[in-house]
């Protein structure tokens, strides 16, 4: 009897030992541990980490840009660490280079470049016809790059065709102030730069050439369509704007107070005197603003990549919050994910809840060869 006691006991003090102690959660099964860490990956990752190998092997991509020199260095640095892959930067001035040279490649039956990193005028006009220009949806892999929650205005593709993925947002309303000169609020509407007070102060960038002055008056055409931007137009040249193809000397006279008022400044050129604690602001203007790429575009030629797998990994992870933010660092200039932060200390506009605003897309860069005719016959007066 007193052996049966015993063993009670023994059981008793064991299951104790084993259950859920007092005011305590039980024990994660050891079991449970083991299968969350040892889960299969999805076949995207398989195909990835396979991608990511095979582009070490490769060593480096190419790329021809017009991408400023800080992100170019950013970029460098982020892709080597990460992968181990180098970035060979091919840098053209003009994007009308890019297409000569990608074209005499072709002919020659060469096939050095990987990825093209300009605007997408460059992609969907200069090199329209050339069959350069190849769809890069096939390249995306990664879902946080696919997902269209993660783009500004749920849309990663600028055209239909699928051959360009714009990436940085610049905000611009087309209005930029000497501050000391023009007070705030009085500069709330296009209208209101037809006020006679303004006639003669005003400096604008040429809008017969491609640039922020022939954007300017696409997106209005966008706003009011083509014959009230006309309109507006003819009555705007009344003003006798200066008319100046030389960016950074535009936003220097607006910062010097030359000139009071300056439309469709360069952002940057205008940010640096702004950084540098000149007297200029952007204006917001009631009929709010455009998000443009502002060259920070990417996609890939068609034909053999010399470098495929490095290419894929490139694309891929630029697109992704890390590259972005990286990019955007380096560019001094938003992203178009909208799960990216502003670059520290960026000063320039960005759309508030709300506000008025218009994606640049396909329809808008096809337009400006026609646009910048209608400018040289309304702004002709001007040209002399």
Known sequence: MRRSYLTIVLLASILAACGPQPGGVPPKAPEAAATEVNAPKQGWEVEWDK???E????GKVSIITQWAPDARAAVIGALKEKFGIDVEFTVVAKTPEATTKLVTERRAGLYLTDVIGLGAIAELVDMKGTGIPAPIEP?????????????????????QGKLVIPFSAEF??????????????????YSDLLDPKWKGKIVMSDPTLAGSGNAWVSFMTTLWG?????????QFVRQEPVLSRDLRLQAEWLA??????????????LLEFKNAGAPVAFVRIKEGGRITASGSCVGVPSGQLPHPNAAKVFVNW??????????????????????????????????????????????????????????KEIFAPLLK
């Open 172 to 189: 611009s309303t087309y209005v930029g102030r000497h501050t000391e000169l023009v007070k705030e609020g009085e500069i709330q509407s």
């Open 256 to 269: 010097r107070g030359k000139y009071p008022v300056s439309v469709a400044p360069n952002q940057s050129a």
């Open 55 to 58: 582009a070490r092997k490769e």
């Open 226 to 234: 083509l014959d009230k931007t006309k309109d507006y137009l003819r």
């Open 139 to 159: 390249m995306l892999m990664l879902p946080e790059v696919k997902d269209p929650k993660n783009w500004m205005g749920g849309v990663l593709f600028m055209d």
């Open 318 to 375: 630029l697109l992704t919050k890390e590259g972005q933010t990286v990019f955007a660092r380096g560019v001094f200039r938003p992203s178009a994910r909208v799960d990216v932060p502003l670059p520290d200390g960026y000063q320039g506009l960005t759309p508030l809840p709300g506000e008025p605003i218009v994606v640049q897309n396909e329809a808008e860069i096809l337009r400006q060869g026609e646009l910048m005719e209608i400018a």
């Open 51 to 53: 991608t990511v190998a």
